[in-house]
Nanobody, 122 residues
Framework: VQWLVESGGGLVQAGGSLSLSCAAS????????MAWFRQAPGKEREFVAA????????YYAESVKGRFTISRDNAQKTVYLQMNSLKPEDTAVYYC???????????????WGRGTQVTISS
């Protein structure tokens, strides 16, 4: 992985849906665990979801379980985050990250995108 670029953020009403994408460069994309984190103003960056290279194992924060779905396409070097039943507390900048080991700690990830803003209105 050399760089990550997120897209798909925006403004949506509570109860709505958004889909985020993260495009990666580099020949070793499939070696990495891909994750989404988010950071709201004044808060620490928090884990949202992660997926292993083969897509068979996924991980979610309790706050998004059942509402968000992470997936990846290794051929397209892209990871996705489908977000449904959005709540105002989901408002944050969402970051894509890549790391060689699964962790819910952002410090364990080696590559980061610049983030995309997601705003949920009540």
């Amino acid at each position: 992985v050399q760089w990550l670029v997120e897209s798909g953020g925006g403004l949506v009403q509570a109860g709505g849906s958004l889909s985020l994408s993260c495009a990666a460069s580099g020949r070793t994309f499939s070696d990495y665990i891909m994750a989404w984190f988010r950071q709201a103003p004044g808060k620490e960056r928090e884990f949202v979801a992660a997926i292993r290279w083969n897509g068979g194992r996924t991980y979610y924060a309790e706050s998004v379980k059942g509402r968000f779905t992470i997936s990846r396409d290794n051929a397209q070097k892209t990871v996705y985050l489908q977000m449904n039943s959005l709540k105002p507390e989901d408002t944050a900048v969402y970051y894509c990250a890549a790391g060689l080991q699964y962790s819910q700690t952002w410090l364990q990830y080696d590559y980061w995108g610049r983030g995309t803003q997601v705003t949920i209105s009540s």
